[in-house]
């Protein structure tokens, strides 16, 4: 079973920068991965995607254009850049392998929080 881990959060001021890490102890070359976040009382929500080969990649409208989804199959890593970080988008982060009707593959990780400071 592969297990994922999550790293590079942390506490940033709105408008500040992260980087976001999701390491794969198997490979993951042919699944469709996603970044998803859980704020408190909130349920876990899919923010972004990308297929294995990244043809195709697609954004929750609320971080579109802000957010950057990639991945590096021969490390079976996936990133998530996050620019121009907002108060709203604290959370912990975490990723999976997107599976059919909204499930997913994996066990969860840890996930990382992310704070950001208004």
Do not use: H
């Given at each position: 079973?592969v ?58 409208d ?52 992310v704070?950001?400071?208004?």
């Amino acid at each position: 079973q592969v297990q994922l881990v999550e790293s590079g959060g942390g506490l940033v001021q709105a408008g500040g920068s992260l980087r976001l890490s999701c390491a794969a102890s198997g490979s993951i070359f042919m699944r469709t991965m996603g970044w998803y976040r859980q704020a408190p009382g909130k349920q876990r929500d899919l923010v972004a995607r990308i297929t294995s080969a990244g043809g195709s990649i697609t954004y929750a409208d609320s971080v579109k254009g802000r957010f950057t989804i990639s991945r590096d199959n021969a490390k079976n890593t996936v990133y998530l850049k996050m620019n121009s970080l907002k108060p709203e988008d604290t959370a912990v982060y975490y990723c999976n392998a997107a599976g059919a009707a909204g499930s997913v593959r994996y066990p969860w990780g840890q996930g990382t929080q992310v704070t950001v400071s208004s």
